[in-house]
């Protein structure tokens, strides 16, 4: 895209369109190291992202007679950076800072590999720093996604269904609560870091589950499997990081084949395998290779990889599913994974062995009025044998969903075992 004066070595000019594809090209992955870079220096979020928005903005008008740079990101933190120092020096406050800034070289500040350890550590501190304990879930996933990945305001408010002007007076408050709270920009050691990551995973795989979702906002999901790929790249000793990295691949995998033709919902078993994204499933097996615990994400992946590696849904090997579910189960006891094992068990057993384990996993009244429960049940009385019963459950748990794609795809189960 870039073009070279061979005389003087200058960016020759480039179109308006072409600049702001680059623009927008670099401000993917460079707005995000800017932002934690400038927070490490400056302790300020807004003026770091301020700044940040400044020089892309400053990028749009420039690149198109000036030439896109060899290194657009160290362009754009160049100029990021000394608009933060103008905006320091204005004000005439935070000297410790104004001076760590001027100190930082251009040309040492970002690499042309940008893989030092600087950079590493910010984009990580940045992580840890957004999904606090201290901030409510909700807050984490917004803060998350606009700081980290650079999403903007009114797409985090479509996805977490909030209007915008909300969105962002959270986003404000989650920003004014790290300051007051005094909440550190490090990536915590020790004890505190096993404490810590599993926050942080459960932050990544709900935004993931929230894009993945039949009525989810697929560039959501598609930032969540970025992100984990981030993740894993920084953190590449931790087990559990690598599990969920596995988790998300493996199931995005399938993502193109999740509806035929006309849109509908298609059950997995009913999926065209050849559609399914074999490099996705490629990287997520070389993530399971690592893993060396027995972690909620390392069992969740092992599931995910005995579907996404079995030629036909005959060929799905539901026996080691249901070990893995018994495992789970064990180590996080909850109605859904009660629920998910009832359904394995079922598969792997016989439908009367998954009936049993679904009563069981009733019996607490954590599934009371859930659909997928209902369908659970429908699918396994179907199995069966017994046809008109199923159908009526089908018809129940349509019922019972919000979602439009999961209402047909439940009725047309139900209709194919009234015909």
């Not at 680059?22 to 992955?29: E, S």
């Not at 050691?189 to 039949?214: N, Q």
């Not at 049993?356 to 009244?365: C, E, Y």
């Not at 748990?397 to 794609?405: F, G, K, L, P, R």
Request: glycine share 6%; net charge neutral.
């Amino acid at each position: 895209m870039t073009r070279t004066d061979t005389t003087t070595g200058a960016p020759d000019s480039v179109g308006a369109a072409a600049a702001a594809q680059a623009v927008a090209a670099a401000g993917v992955d460079a707005y995000p190291r800017i932002v934690a870079t400038l927070i490490r220096l400056t302790g300020d979020w807004a003026l770091a992202e301020d700044c940040a928005q400044e020089a892309l903005a400053v990028a749009l008008e420039r690149w198109p007679d000036d030439g896109v740079p060899a290194n657009p990101g160290g362009w754009l933190l160049t100029v990021a950076r000394n608009r933060a120092i103008d905006v320091l020096r204005r004000a005439a406050v935070e000297r410790r800072k104004l001076h760590e800034l001027a100190v930082l070289a251009p040309d040492d500040a970002w690499p042309e590999t940008p893989a030092g350890e600087d950079v590493v550590d910010d984009r990580l501190r940045l992580i840890f720093t957004c999904c606090h304990p201290a901030l409510a879930i909700e807050a984490r996933v917004a803060l998350t996604l606009r700081t980290v990945c650079g999403v903007p305001t009114a797409d985090i408010a479509r996805l977490l269904l909030v209007s915008e002007s909300t969105m962002t007076r959270r986003l404000t408050r989650a920003r004014t609560r790290i300051t007051q709270a005094g909440i550190p920009y490090r990536v915590p050691s020790g004890p505190a870091l096993a404490e810590r990551l599993p926050g942080v995973l459960a932050v990544l795989y709900l935004l993931f589950t929230r894009g993945y979702s039949v009525d989810g906002e697929p560039a959501f999901a598609d930032e969540a499997v970025r992100l984990a790929r981030l993740l894993d790249r920084l953190m590449p000793e931790q087990s559990e990081v690598a599990a969920l990295l596995a988790l998300v691949l493996f199931q995005h995998s399938r993502r193109d084949a999740r509806r035929d033709a006309a849109g509908n919902l298609l059950s997995l078993e009913r999926q065209d395998r050849r559609r399914w994204d074999r490099t996705a499933v490629a990287d997520g097996l070389s993530a399971l290779d690592r893993v060396r615990h027995d972690g909620p994400y390392a069992w969740q992946a092992r599931i995910a990889a005995c579907h996404a590696t079995a030629e036909s849904a005959e060929a799905t090997d539901w026996p080691a599913i249901a070990r893995a579910y018994d495992a789970l189960l064990g180590l996080r006891s909850s109605p859904v994974v009660a629920l998910n094992r009832a359904v394995a068990h079922g598969y792997a057993y016989g439908p009367e062995a998954g009936l049993v384990l679904l009563d069981a996993a009733r019996a607490g009244g954590g599934l009371d009025g859930h659909p997928v429960a209902v369908a659970v049940e429908a699918d396994l009385v179907a199995r069966q044998g017994d046809r008109p019963r199923a159908a009526a459950l089908f018809r129940a748990a349509a019922a019972a969903v919000d979602s439009a794609a999961e209402r047909r795809a439940l009725l047309d189960r139900a209709a194919e075992l009234s015909r």
